[in-house]
C-alpha cells in the first residue's frame, strides 16, 4: 500500500518543479525543502516501518538531496548577483538530476519489494 506521506511531498516535488519551470527559484527552494522535510519526518517517525538496509538508503538519499539544496542556495546566490560562481546552477541542476532520478528508483523498488 502506497504511504500516504509520499503523497504530499510528491506533490511538493511537482509544484516545486513547476515553480523554477516558471522562473521562481526562491518558491522552489522552499517547495523542495518541505518535500525532504517530509520525507525525513516520515523515516524519523516510523523507523520500524523500514529495514535496516532501507534506512540505510534513505539515509543516503535524503544527504544526497540535502547537498542538492546546499548547491541550489549557491546557485539561487548566484542568479541574484550575490557570488560569482557561474558554475553553481550547472553543477545545482546535475545533482538535482541525479537526486530526481536516485529517488525515483528507491520509490520503485520498495513499492515492488516483497513484503513476504
Not at 550575490?82 to 523498488?109: C, E, K, M, N, W
Request: aromatic share 4%.
Amino acid at each position: 500500500m502506497l504511504d500516504l506521506l509520499l503523497i504530499p511531498a510528491l506533490l511538493l516535488v511537482a509544484f516545486g518543479l513547476r515553480a523554477v519551470h516558471r522562473g521562481d527559484h526562491r518558491l522552489h527552494g522552499h517547495l523542495m525543502t518541505a518535500a525532504i522535510t517530509v520525507v525525513a519526518l516520515h523515516m524519523l517517525l516510523r523507523p520500524r516501518a523500514f529495514p535496516a538496509d532501507h534506512l540505510e538508503v534513505g539515509i543516503v538519499l535524503l544527504s544526497l538531496a540535502g547537498a542538492t539544496l546546499l548547491l541550489g542556495r549557491m546557485a539561487l546566490a548566484w542568479r541574484e548577483g550575490r557570488s560569482r560562481r557561474s558554475h553553481a546552477p550547472r553543477i545545482h541542476r546535475a545533482s538535482g538530476i541525479l537526486t530526481l532520478i536516485s529517488f525515483v528508483l528507491a520509490l520503485v523498488v520498495w513499492l515492488l519489494r516483497d513484503r513476504g
